[in-house]
T-cell receptor
């Protein structure tokens, strides 16, 4: 069974640009969560999608957005990039509801210059 | 609001020595607790979890953690570490959706360095 796949693995963008990251969850998983990992702030929850609906949202500005498609694949978008957006972005998928385990992808390393 | 404190940012230890990585949480509701491990340039892997029942939980590679409600702690222990245990360890908490882990609150992480 394939794991969580995140693409691309590495990205370099310029301040002011926008970026889209992709996450393909494990087959059958309907929940996808996104996290930002930085040396200063650690791991912070961005948002969770379940069956194409945002179910939870962390404390990030509106420049950070996401969506989920009918096949459960998810994308997150960051507009008007800032230097501080440089981070490892991790995606995690899990089955619907109940007591489940979240499986993480290897992440996308975004560098903003 | 929930929060997680990992008391040590770095823990150096010699091979075959015991280790304890400390984790304290703060929450006004019932919680589910997790330990994740992250190897360099990798994502997170679930090491073990406490959802309910026995307060002592174990992983397949020799780690264990004990949920202590009165002390709001969930410390991770291993009686004898290996070089391959060198990694960063994260403690996390959630209270939503019966443990669906849709919204994990993480500690800052503890870097475990095992020396020969």
């Amino acid at each position: 069974k394939a794991g969580v796949t995140q693409t691309p693995r590495y990205l370099i963008k310029t301040r002011g640009q926008q970026v889209t990251l992709s996450c393909s969850p494990i087959s059958g998983h309907r929940s996808v969560s996104w996290y930002q990992q930085t040396p200063g702030q650690g791991l912070q929850f961005l948002f969770e999608y379940f069956s194409e609906t945002q179910r939870n949202k962390g404390n990030f500005p509106g420049r950070f957005s996401g969506r989920q498609f009918s096949n459960s694949r998810s994308e997150m978008n960051v507009s008007t990039l800032e230097l501080g957006d440089s981070a490892l972005y991790l995606c995690a998928s899990s089955q619907q509801g109940g007591v489940t385990e979240a499986f993480f992808g290897q992440g996308t390393r975004l560098t903003v210059v | 609001a929930q929060s997680v404190t990992q008391l040590d940012s770095q823990v150096p230890v010699f091979e075959e020595a015991p280790v304890e990585l400390r984790c304290n949480y703060s929450s006004s509701v019932s919680v589910y607790l997790f330990w994740y491990v992250q190897y360099p340039n990798q994502g997170l892997q679930l090491l073990l979890k406490y959802l309910s029942g026995s307060t002592l939980v174990e992983s397949i590679n020799g780690f264990e953690a004990e949920f202590n409600k009165s002390q709001t702690s969930f410390h991770l222990r291993k009686p004898s570490v290996n070089i391959s245990d060198t990694a960063e360890y994260f403690c996390a908490v959630t209270s939503g959706y019966g443990g669906s882990q849709g919204n994990l609150i993480f500690g800052k992480g503890t870097k475990l360095s095992v020396k020969p």
